[in-house]
Protein backbone atom coordinates (compact mmCIF):
# COMPACT_ATOMS: atom_id res chain seq x y z
CA UNK A 1 0.00 0.00 0.00
CA UNK A 2 2.66 2.63 1.09
CA UNK A 3 4.14 1.76 -2.62
CA UNK A 4 0.54 2.45 -4.37
CA UNK A 5 0.58 5.34 -2.09
CA UNK A 6 3.78 6.76 -3.59
CA UNK A 7 2.70 6.31 -7.10
CA UNK A 8 -0.14 8.03 -6.82
CA UNK A 9 1.37 11.09 -4.95
CA UNK A 10 3.85 11.06 -7.86
CA UNK A 11 1.49 11.15 -10.23
CA UNK A 12 -0.37 14.23 -8.57
CA UNK A 13 2.50 15.90 -8.64
CA UNK A 14 3.68 16.11 -11.81
CA UNK A 15 -0.03 16.93 -13.41
CA UNK A 16 -0.48 19.38 -11.05
CA UNK A 17 3.79 21.19 -10.94
CA UNK A 18 3.88 21.74 -7.20
CA UNK A 19 3.99 19.90 -4.40
CA UNK A 20 2.02 22.02 -2.12
CA UNK A 21 -0.75 21.97 -5.40
CA UNK A 22 -1.07 18.04 -4.51
CA UNK A 23 -0.91 18.49 -0.98
CA UNK A 24 -3.62 20.92 -1.04
CA UNK A 25 -5.67 18.51 -3.22
CA UNK A 26 -4.87 15.25 -1.09
CA UNK A 27 -5.09 17.47 2.12
CA UNK A 28 -2.23 17.21 3.56
CA UNK A 29 0.88 19.04 4.44
CA UNK A 30 3.55 19.73 1.62
CA UNK A 31 6.07 18.09 3.96
CA UNK A 32 3.84 14.62 3.86
CA UNK A 33 4.51 15.00 0.21
CA UNK A 34 7.67 15.54 -0.22
CA UNK A 35 8.56 12.22 1.87
CA UNK A 36 6.28 9.94 -0.06
CA UNK A 37 8.53 11.27 -2.91
CA UNK A 38 11.71 11.53 -0.98
CA UNK A 39 10.91 7.47 -0.24
CA UNK A 40 9.85 6.61 -4.32
CA UNK A 41 12.88 8.01 -5.54
CA UNK A 42 15.50 6.22 -2.41
CA UNK A 43 13.88 2.93 -3.13
CA UNK A 44 13.75 3.42 -7.04
CA UNK A 45 17.75 5.03 -6.80
CA UNK A 46 16.88 7.61 -9.61
CA UNK A 47 16.05 11.21 -9.57
CA UNK A 48 12.31 11.45 -11.05
CA UNK A 49 11.75 14.59 -10.28
CA UNK A 50 13.81 18.43 -10.63
CA UNK A 51 12.42 20.20 -7.59
CA UNK A 52 12.95 24.05 -6.85
CA UNK A 53 11.09 25.98 -4.59
CA UNK A 54 8.10 27.46 -7.13
CA UNK A 55 7.50 23.97 -9.06
CA UNK A 56 8.87 21.29 -9.91
CA UNK A 57 9.93 19.41 -13.69
CA UNK A 58 9.78 15.90 -15.08
CA UNK A 59 13.22 14.03 -15.60
CA UNK A 60 13.89 12.08 -18.25
CA UNK A 61 13.39 9.15 -16.22
CA UNK A 62 10.39 10.66 -14.19
CA UNK A 63 8.95 10.67 -17.58
CA UNK A 64 8.92 7.25 -18.27
CA UNK A 65 8.37 6.10 -15.35
CA UNK A 66 5.21 8.82 -14.90
CA UNK A 67 3.22 6.58 -17.83
CA UNK A 68 4.08 3.37 -16.26
CA UNK A 69 2.31 4.85 -12.94
CA UNK A 70 -0.80 6.25 -14.59
CA UNK A 71 -1.25 3.06 -16.91
CA UNK A 72 -0.59 0.92 -13.59
CA UNK A 73 -3.35 2.94 -11.44
CA UNK A 74 -5.49 3.02 -14.30
CA UNK A 75 -4.71 -1.30 -14.19
CA UNK A 76 -5.85 -1.44 -10.47
CA UNK A 77 -9.04 1.50 -10.08
CA UNK A 78 -10.36 -1.37 -13.20
CA UNK A 79 -9.56 -4.09 -11.35
CA UNK A 80 -11.30 -3.08 -8.81
CA UNK A 81 -14.47 -1.69 -10.44
CA UNK A 82 -14.77 -5.33 -12.08
CA UNK A 83 -15.12 -6.77 -8.56
CA UNK A 84 -17.43 -3.56 -7.12
CA UNK A 85 -19.39 -3.63 -10.75
CA UNK A 86 -20.50 -7.08 -10.56
CA UNK A 87 -23.28 -7.86 -12.91
CA UNK A 88 -23.98 -4.03 -13.56
CA UNK A 89 -24.39 -3.11 -16.86
CA UNK A 90 -22.71 -0.09 -18.63
CA UNK A 91 -24.96 2.70 -19.52
CA UNK A 92 -25.01 6.47 -20.54
CA UNK A 93 -24.05 8.49 -23.65
CA UNK A 94 -19.98 8.04 -24.39
CA UNK A 95 -18.49 10.62 -26.19
CA UNK A 96 -15.04 10.23 -27.65
CA UNK A 97 -12.58 11.50 -30.04
CA UNK A 98 -9.97 10.58 -32.62
CA UNK A 99 -7.86 11.51 -35.24
CA UNK A 100 -9.54 11.74 -38.47
CA UNK A 101 -7.17 9.17 -40.89
CA UNK A 102 -7.29 6.87 -38.20
CA UNK A 103 -10.42 7.20 -36.67
CA UNK A 104 -11.97 6.11 -40.00
CA UNK A 105 -9.85 3.02 -40.47
CA UNK A 106 -9.48 2.10 -36.88
CA UNK A 107 -11.82 3.59 -34.40
CA UNK A 108 -15.33 3.92 -36.35
CA UNK A 109 -15.51 -0.03 -37.49
CA UNK A 110 -15.05 -1.01 -33.71
CA UNK A 111 -17.91 1.25 -32.76
CA UNK A 112 -20.86 -0.75 -34.18
CA UNK A 113 -19.01 -4.35 -32.23
CA UNK A 114 -18.51 -2.18 -29.02
CA UNK A 115 -22.31 -0.83 -29.05
CA UNK A 116 -23.72 -4.78 -29.81
CA UNK A 117 -21.81 -5.80 -26.93
CA UNK A 118 -23.37 -2.76 -24.72
CA UNK A 119 -26.71 -2.33 -25.78
CA UNK A 120 -27.44 0.04 -23.52
CA UNK A 121 -24.55 2.66 -24.10
CA UNK A 122 -24.72 5.34 -26.88
CA UNK A 123 -21.85 7.06 -28.57
CA UNK A 124 -20.69 9.94 -30.19
CA UNK A 125 -17.50 10.30 -32.04
CA UNK A 126 -15.51 13.26 -33.23
CA UNK A 127 -12.96 12.49 -35.98
CA UNK A 128 -10.81 15.76 -36.08
CA UNK A 129 -6.78 16.34 -36.43
CA UNK A 130 -6.99 19.09 -34.02
CA UNK A 131 -6.26 18.30 -30.36
CA UNK A 132 -9.23 18.35 -29.06
CA UNK A 133 -9.10 19.54 -25.36
CA UNK A 134 -11.32 16.65 -23.54
CA UNK A 135 -11.56 18.61 -20.23
CA UNK A 136 -13.21 21.45 -21.33
CA UNK A 137 -15.32 19.80 -24.27
CA UNK A 138 -16.45 17.79 -22.04
CA UNK A 139 -15.13 14.34 -24.42
CA UNK A 140 -14.56 10.98 -22.58
CA UNK A 141 -11.88 9.49 -23.95
CA UNK A 142 -9.64 10.45 -26.59
CA UNK A 143 -7.54 7.78 -28.98
CA UNK A 144 -4.03 9.62 -29.86
CA UNK A 145 -1.29 8.54 -32.27
CA UNK A 146 2.56 9.79 -31.33
CA UNK A 147 3.64 11.36 -28.22
CA UNK A 148 1.87 12.14 -24.98
CA UNK A 149 2.54 16.18 -24.74
CA UNK A 150 -0.23 16.97 -21.68
CA UNK A 151 1.07 14.56 -18.50
CA UNK A 152 -2.07 16.48 -16.67
CA UNK A 153 -4.14 13.52 -18.81
CA UNK A 154 -4.10 9.81 -18.09
CA UNK A 155 -2.62 7.92 -20.94
CA UNK A 156 -3.29 3.63 -21.57
CA UNK A 157 -1.12 2.13 -24.53
CA UNK A 158 -3.12 0.59 -26.91
CA UNK A 159 -0.52 -0.60 -29.52
CA UNK A 160 3.03 0.22 -31.16
CA UNK A 161 2.87 3.32 -33.84
CA UNK A 162 6.13 2.36 -36.15
CA UNK A 163 6.15 5.32 -39.19
CA UNK A 164 7.47 4.83 -42.58
CA UNK A 165 9.28 6.91 -45.47
CA UNK A 166 7.28 5.35 -48.24
CA UNK A 167 6.91 5.93 -52.16
CA UNK A 168 5.79 4.80 -55.39
CA UNK A 169 8.06 2.77 -57.28
CA UNK A 170 7.18 4.92 -60.15
CA UNK A 171 8.70 8.08 -58.08
CA UNK A 172 11.61 5.92 -57.41
CA UNK A 173 12.43 5.19 -60.72
CA UNK A 174 12.19 8.57 -61.61
CA UNK A 175 14.49 10.27 -58.99
CA UNK A 176 15.99 7.93 -57.07
CA UNK A 177 16.40 6.72 -53.73
CA UNK A 178 17.27 8.20 -50.61
CA UNK A 179 20.49 6.84 -49.03
CA UNK A 180 20.33 8.92 -45.85
CA UNK A 181 18.26 11.44 -44.51
CA UNK A 182 19.92 14.14 -45.59
CA UNK A 183 19.37 12.98 -49.59
CA UNK A 184 15.66 14.20 -48.26
CA UNK A 185 16.48 17.30 -49.33
CA UNK A 186 16.86 16.96 -53.15
CA UNK A 187 13.31 15.04 -52.96
CA UNK A 188 10.40 15.86 -53.64
CA UNK A 189 8.49 15.24 -49.96
CA UNK A 190 4.63 15.77 -49.31
CA UNK A 191 4.38 17.20 -46.11
CA UNK A 192 1.41 17.62 -43.87
CA UNK A 193 0.67 21.51 -42.84
CA UNK A 194 -1.55 21.36 -40.11
CA UNK A 195 0.08 23.03 -36.79
CA UNK A 196 -0.62 20.12 -34.66
CA UNK A 197 1.62 17.69 -36.75
CA UNK A 198 5.05 16.95 -36.94
CA UNK A 199 6.14 20.21 -35.57
CA UNK A 200 10.57 19.15 -35.32
CA UNK A 201 10.11 17.67 -38.74
CA UNK A 202 10.09 13.70 -39.74
CA UNK A 203 12.08 11.45 -36.70
CA UNK A 204 14.77 9.45 -38.08
CA UNK A 205 17.57 7.32 -36.11
CA UNK A 206 21.25 8.68 -36.91
CA UNK A 207 24.39 6.71 -35.43
CA UNK A 208 22.19 5.45 -32.49
CA UNK A 209 20.58 8.95 -31.87
CA UNK A 210 17.10 10.46 -32.54
CA UNK A 211 17.22 13.33 -35.52
CA UNK A 212 14.43 15.17 -36.49
CA UNK A 213 14.69 16.61 -40.22
CA UNK A 214 12.58 19.22 -41.06
CA UNK A 215 11.42 19.56 -45.14
CA UNK A 216 9.76 21.99 -47.21
CA UNK A 217 8.26 20.36 -50.45
CA UNK A 218 6.52 21.75 -53.30
CA UNK A 219 2.93 20.08 -51.55
CA UNK A 220 1.79 20.23 -48.67
CA UNK A 221 -2.22 19.40 -46.88
CA UNK A 222 -3.69 18.98 -43.81
CA UNK A 223 -5.03 16.18 -44.27
CA UNK A 224 -3.38 12.41 -44.31
CA UNK A 225 -5.47 10.81 -46.55
CA UNK A 226 -4.98 12.83 -49.22
CA UNK A 227 -1.35 12.70 -48.86
CA UNK A 228 -1.58 9.01 -49.23
CA UNK A 229 -2.97 9.58 -52.75
CA UNK A 230 -0.30 11.84 -53.62
CA UNK A 231 1.94 9.21 -52.55
CA UNK A 232 0.46 6.66 -54.55
CA UNK A 233 -0.08 8.81 -57.78
CA UNK A 234 3.98 9.38 -57.81
CA UNK A 235 4.17 12.90 -56.87
CA UNK A 236 6.65 12.31 -54.13
CA UNK A 237 8.39 10.82 -50.65
CA UNK A 238 5.64 10.46 -47.54
CA UNK A 239 6.00 9.68 -43.62
CA UNK A 240 3.30 7.64 -42.87
CA UNK A 241 2.55 5.32 -40.47
CA UNK A 242 2.36 1.37 -40.87
CA UNK A 243 -1.15 1.45 -40.11
CA UNK A 244 -1.85 3.02 -43.19
CA UNK A 245 -0.21 1.61 -45.82
CA UNK A 246 0.34 -1.97 -44.81
CA UNK A 247 -1.68 -2.77 -47.36
CA UNK A 248 0.06 -0.89 -50.29
CA UNK A 249 3.32 -2.08 -49.21
CA UNK A 250 2.14 -5.91 -49.30
CA UNK A 251 0.44 -5.11 -52.91
CA UNK A 252 3.58 -2.97 -53.99
CA UNK A 253 1.90 0.37 -54.88
CA UNK A 254 4.29 1.39 -52.36
CA UNK A 255 7.67 1.29 -51.26
CA UNK A 256 9.64 1.85 -48.17
CA UNK A 257 12.77 3.89 -48.31
CA UNK A 258 15.35 4.55 -45.63
CA UNK A 259 14.43 1.32 -43.40
CA UNK A 260 17.54 1.67 -42.12
CA UNK A 261 17.12 4.90 -40.01
CA UNK A 262 13.82 4.22 -38.99
CA UNK A 263 12.76 5.76 -35.77
CA UNK A 264 11.59 3.89 -32.61
CA UNK A 265 7.73 3.15 -32.15
CA UNK A 266 5.95 5.62 -30.89
CA UNK A 267 2.66 4.85 -29.17
CA UNK A 268 -1.41 4.38 -29.76
CA UNK A 269 -3.02 5.89 -26.93
CA UNK A 270 -6.56 5.91 -25.19
CA UNK A 271 -6.34 9.38 -22.62
CA UNK A 272 -8.84 11.00 -20.39
CA UNK A 273 -9.13 12.75 -17.61
CA UNK A 274 -7.45 11.92 -14.27
CA UNK A 275 -10.75 10.28 -12.55
CA UNK A 276 -10.28 8.24 -8.97
CA UNK A 277 -13.93 6.28 -9.68
CA UNK A 278 -13.68 6.09 -14.08
CA UNK A 279 -17.38 5.57 -15.55
CA UNK A 280 -17.85 1.80 -16.36
CA UNK A 281 -18.55 2.78 -20.13
CA UNK A 282 -15.30 4.81 -20.56
CA UNK A 283 -13.27 1.60 -18.49
CA UNK A 284 -15.00 -0.87 -20.76
CA UNK A 285 -14.30 1.05 -24.24
CA UNK A 286 -10.73 1.45 -23.59
CA UNK A 287 -10.66 -2.39 -22.28
CA UNK A 288 -12.09 -3.25 -25.75
CA UNK A 289 -9.43 -1.00 -27.38
CA UNK A 290 -6.75 -2.66 -25.77
CA UNK A 291 -8.65 -6.31 -26.68
CA UNK A 292 -9.21 -5.43 -30.05
CA UNK A 293 -5.54 -3.55 -30.81
CA UNK A 294 -3.28 -5.85 -28.42
CA UNK A 295 -4.39 -9.14 -31.08
CA UNK A 296 -1.85 -9.61 -33.92
CA UNK A 297 -4.22 -10.85 -35.83
CA UNK A 298 -6.15 -7.41 -36.11
CA UNK A 299 -3.11 -5.96 -37.76
CA UNK A 300 -2.84 -8.24 -40.10
CA UNK A 301 -5.88 -8.51 -41.60
Sequence with gaps: MDKLKQMETFVAVAQRGSLTAAAQAEG???A????????????????????????????????????????????????????????VKAS????????AGFGRRHVAPLVPLFLAEHPDVS?????????????????????????????????????????LCVASPAYL????KPAIPADLARHA?????????????????????PTHVRLNGRLDCTDGKVLHEWCLAGLGIA???????????????????????AAPANGIFAVFPHARHLALRVRLWIDFLKHSY?????WNR
Design 28 to 30: VAP
Design 32 to 87: VISRRLDGLETRLGVKLLARTTRRVSLTHEGSAYLEDCQRLLHDFASAEASVSAGG
Design 92 to 99: GHLRITAP
Design 123 to 163: LSLNLSDRVVDIVNEGVDCAVRVGDLQDSSLVGVRLADNRR
Design 173 to 176: KRAG
Design 189 to 209: CLTLSSEASQPRGWAFTVAGE
Design 239 to 261: WRSTWEVSADLKSGRLVSVLDDF
Design 294 to 298: GDPRY
